[in-house]
């Protein structure tokens, strides 16, 4: 068994949020914006195992301890420069505090300025 897609997206929303992200790539190509694409994941040492097959009478284990969890925050733009965070906060701390000061603010990516920065969730 494995985890699918929880399927298909609203229509309506794709095409508006298709139109936004064109919009938003015109507005990059003429000099007004920098464009990032921002992704998040978490890494634990407790392994997720759904199923696994052994023979009958053999007892596989995989080792595993207690971990704090990290979370890993990549900003990517379309020239492919990419700026990772690794932080045992959890992604809406990180993204809600120190990373969007330093991103947007403090010369962080690139040097982006506030007013030429913007974030848009989708």
Known sequence: MRRGVGGKPDPIEYKEKSEKLSELKQL????????????????????????GWQDIGEYLSIDSRRTKRLNVLGIMNRQNTLYAY????TINS?????????????????????SRSSFYSY
Do not use: T, W
């Open 28 to 51: 990059e190509n003429e000099g007004k914006i920098d464009l990032y694409y921002l992704d998040e994941s978490g890494f634990c040492g407790i392994p997720c195992v759904p199923y």
């Open 86 to 89: 690794v932080s045992e906060q």
């Open 94 to 114: 990180l993204c809600n505090h120190s990373l969007h000061r330093y991103f947007l603010c403090c010369g962080g990516a690139a040097n982006s300025y506030c």
